[in-house]
């Protein structure tokens, strides 16, 4: 039982960290112009360098850690099984 109580912790925990991705990556998607915050700080060109580059990572997280829960759910569903 104590493997089932973790497991349902661990998914609840990956399903947060998906929605957290997911809303990030709408965010880098949206934004084109730099914050009025980072106006003196950052340049056109290097903001958009860093908002394709979050682009891309938010993107390659969400599918990496959609391989980890899928794994993750096998091995426990394997152990629970046995």
């Not at 880098?28 to 979050?54: C, I, N």
């Not at 390659?60 to 959609?66: D, S």
Request: charged fraction near 20%.
């Amino acid at each position: 039982m104590a493997v089932v109580n973790n497991y349902a912790h661990v998914n609840f925990c990956s399903c947060r960290k998906m929605f957290i991705v997911c809303v990030q990556h709408k965010l880098y998607k949206t934004m084109r112009k730099v914050p009025l915050s980072l106006e003196g700080v950052l340049d056109e060109e290097t903001f958009e360098k860093a908002r394709l580059y979050q682009l891309d990572r938010s993107q390659f997280g969400f599918w990496a850690g959609l391989y980890s829960q899928l794994e993750l759910t096998v091995s426990y569903w394997l152990h629970i099984t046995e």
